[in-house]
């Protein structure tokens, strides 16, 4: 069977309160389909849930009720290793910061997620993959640069290319061009949907500048922990 991409099912999350009064329902009902290559943009309001429907669609956290599915498979039935092998081979993450290893080197930070895939992942291929990300992004002159050596915008360009380095089928970004000056936001941004579309990966990118949103062919606002249609 073709399932989508990706699948949120009426999906709730609920936090429980820190000091053991009533839970806090962030999501209540979002419902999401992402077929495979396609690109879509998230906003809303600081607090509304953003990060916590990301930290969701990247198998890093389960709905409180409600269904998550990549590639058909229900989140919720996978054990810890089999997780950890779907994001490791199938996603690829980008934060505000960029998480990069400071005392590696840009190419020792792009190759990380390949020491832990499998073995067909760790081929010449890949070696010829990570160095062809790197050039597609500028940096084929920084393979030896640490990330202190680097500007803000070329650290998130790296971590850029380690998300992509295992060929994933989506790309989760949460707030990507948050810490970066307008200009290099807007240069990461063109960046991301070039490298969805080059790359056929798909692209769910989470951002409070709608101006960075509206590039993308469809934008889905969370509001009252529900993703509602942007009509631009
Ligand atoms: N681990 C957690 N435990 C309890 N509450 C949380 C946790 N993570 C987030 N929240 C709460 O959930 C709400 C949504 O947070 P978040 O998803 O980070 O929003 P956004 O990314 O849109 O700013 C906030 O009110 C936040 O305090
Ligand atoms: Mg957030």
């Known amino acids: 069977m073709n ?76 054990g810890e290793n089999e997780l950890a092998a779907l994001r490791n081979r199938e996603l690829g993450f980008i934060f505000q910061q960029h998480h990069l290893l400071p005392q590696c080197t840009v190419w020792e930070n792009v190759l990380v997620p390949t020491l832990t895939a499998p073995r067909e992942l760790r081929t010449p291929a890949a070696l010829a993959r990570a160095e062809r990300l790197l050039a597609r992004v500028g940096l084929q002159a920084r393979l030896a640069h640490r990330p202190g ?38 240069g990461l941004g063109q960046l991301l949907l070039e490298l969805n579309r080059e790359e056929g990966v798909a692209l769910v990118l989470v951002t409070h500048s709608r101006e960075l949103a509206a590039r993308l062919p469809r934008v889905l606002e969370l509001r009252d922990g529900a993703l509602h249609g942007v009509l631009e």
């Open 3 to 78: 399932h989508p991409l990706l699948v949120l099912d009426h999906v709730q999350k609920a936090y429980a309160a820190p000091d053991g009064g009533a839970p806090v329902t962030v999501l209540t009902d979002a419902c999401l389909q992402l077929a495979a290559g396609e690109a879509v943009a998230i906003i809303g309001p600081s607090g509304s849930g953003k990060s916590t429907l990301l930290n969701i669609l990247g198998a890093l956290d389960l709905p409180s009720a409600g269904r998550a599915l990549i590639a058909g498979r229900d989140l919720a039935t996978l």
């Open 149 to 186: 050596q680097l500007s803000g915008g070329e650290c998130q360009r790296v971590a850029v290319v380690r998300a992509l380095v295992n060929q994933p089928r989506l790309l989760l970004a949460d707030e990507p061009t948050g810490s970066l000056d307008h200009a290099n936001a807007q």
